[in-house]
């Protein structure tokens, strides 16, 4: 229900777009969120949107370098990602949270995309 793109290798301070397609049924009226996990850690919540793009919020360690929008007529979320850091290397996830919880907590997305690797070197 969720593809998730765009991922690869690229130097500090260089910029990458990340795509999450998502089935119609599940995008409409879903919060779609990126994740992050990085090897021996967490996963992180990166940022989210909601449905209208009226709400959109991110991680204090992503705020000023990332911007999360969407295109409902391609029912696609995009993860623009500038001035990428040695520390932003992981894999990648969007999520859908279709009760719209705008959660924070990965517990509350209940449909999650295939994860797309982010490396950044120095």
């Known amino acids: 229900q969720l593809q998730a793109s765009g991922g690869g290798l690229v130097q500090a301070g260089g910029s990458l777009r990340l795509s999450c397609v998502v089935s119609?049924?599940?995008?409409?009226?879903?919060?779609i969120a990126w994740f992050r996990q990085a090897p021996g850690k967490e996963r992180e919540f990166v940022g989210r949107i909601s449905w209208s793009s009226a709400s959109i919020y991110y991680a204090d360690s992503v705020k000023g370098r990332f911007i999360i929008s969407r295109d409902n007529a391609k029912s696609t979320v995009y993860l623009q990602m500038n001035s990428l850091k040695v520390e932003d290397t992981a894999v990648y996830y969007c999520?859908?949270?279709?009760?719209?919880?705008?959660?924070?907590?990965?517990?509350?997305?209940?449909?999650w995309g295939q994860g797309t690797q982010v490396t950044v070197s120095s």
């Open positions: 999520a859908a949270d279709r009760r719209s919880t705008f959660s924070v907590d990965s517990r509350s997305y209940d449909s």
């Open positions: 119609r049924r599940t995008f409409i009226s879903s919060v």
